[in-house]
């Protein structure tokens, strides 16, 4: 691991001030990503800006129904607090499918948006990965790739972003708000991660500086919601696909619903084809595998992870299918 420099923040605005004033600095929330990837010598930080101690790790409720999840606040507080399990079950699910119960009990919201896209080229010196020195190529796209995306990939990167937590945010209509030398902003949670395009080493849409502070949920009115992950081991596993689902019916027809996807793309992927077709229609077999297919119809397959295709509509059926409460699905 390559030396570096600690401080700790004692304020947003110190916070902000020491990485202003260190260009290779990063925050350091929870660490279990970052360190990670430090001691595998592929983030080289000249400085660790500690903001541990900042008054962000509060979970509140909002005037309208809402929730605000601190970024400093742990995994595990998000998934055991009362108001998540009961108003937004699709994320404590979520979130308890992720990582270890240690890990969980370190990481943060802030975090887990800020972790690496990520896949087993990304850490091997030997492999070309653009993400890790870009311009270098990508080993997976010919190597073994029954991981990687089927939504949404380029020539420069078939990783899949790894989140759990992410998937059922982009399902929520999150928000993020950040603070940043030009003062705080806040952006849609769909626009926060980027597709990998040319540059797949740059993942988010923060600009040079900036630091999340929450992540704010809307009220959802979705009658259930529901997450799924389908992995090759039941626990510590990056999904093969993951479904977060929410749906409310009214008289046989879907009023409304939400529909994210985990494990297929380079960042959490809202299924936004599917739910235009689905939304107004009747809540029957026949629409929902109608949505799904139309919504896969783009996605593109490599050697290994073809099976990603049908497993993807299979398990959206199932998920989406259980809370419209059509038994065949099941």
Known sequence: MK???????????SALDEVAHRPNSKFLGGGTNLVDLMRENIEQPDALVDITRLPFSEIREREDGGLSLGAG?????VASHPVVRARYPMLSEAILCGASGQIRNMATVGGNLMQRTRCFYFYDEAARCNKRQPGAGCDAIEGFNRIHAILGASDACIATHPSDMCVALAALDATVQVSGPQGERTMPFLEFHRLPGDTPHIET???????ITSVELPPLDAAGSRYRKIRDRSSYAF????????????????????LALGGVA?????????????????????????AVDAELAAAKSFVH???????????????????????SAR
């Open 239 to 258: 999904a093969l696909v993951s479904v977060a689902a929410a749906v409310s019916i009214r008289d046989g027809i879907v009023a409304d619903v939400r």
């Open 3 to 13: 030396p570096f420099e600690y401080v700790r923040a004692a304020s947003t605005a």
């Open 205 to 211: 849409e923060l600009k040079p500086g900036e630091l």
């Open 305 to 327: 992870n073809h099976f990603k295709i049908e497993l993807a509509k299979r398990a959206v059926v199932s998920v989406l299918g259980g809370l419209m409460g059509l038994e």
């Open 266 to 290: 380079h960042k959490p992927w809202r299924a936004l084809e599917a739910e235009r077709l689905l939304r107004h229609a009747p809540a029957s077999l026949e629409h929902l595998r109608f």
């Open 73 to 77: 606040a742990r995994n595990t507080a």
